[in-house]
């Protein structure tokens, strides 16, 4: 059975928040080697949980589909927190990055 568009969108937003992760870590592990505090120790273990949970929801989008059911709104659901945490983690790279 092929992927819906909406899980396909789901998907995509699960790749771009792994990437957006990925670089949060890198730069949290850069501050943590240079400050020492444990606030910049927690920003790395949440980006680390983040990445862990995106990558594992991309194996389950394209080794599981119906993990996800059938129903057109469960799509759409799933579709629509992926999005929620791409808008989150698009706020949170670019202060951080400043």
Not at 50 to 75: G, I
């Amino acid at each position: 059975m092929a992927m819906s568009t909406l899980l396909v969108v789901a998907s995509a937003f699960s790749a771009v928040n792994a990437v957006l992760l990925a670089t949060l870590t890198a730069v949290w592990v850069r501050n943590y080697r240079t400050f020492k505090t444990p606030l910049t120790l927690g920003l790395v273990a949440f980006a680390v949980v983040m990445l862990l949970e995106n990558a594992t929801a991309l194996y389950f989008f394209f080794s599981m589909n119906m993990l996800y059911s059938s129903a057109e709104v469960v799509h759409q659901v799933v579709a629509a927190l992926r999005g929620l945490q791409f808008v989150a983690l698009v706020f949170l790279t670019w202060v951080t990055m400043k």
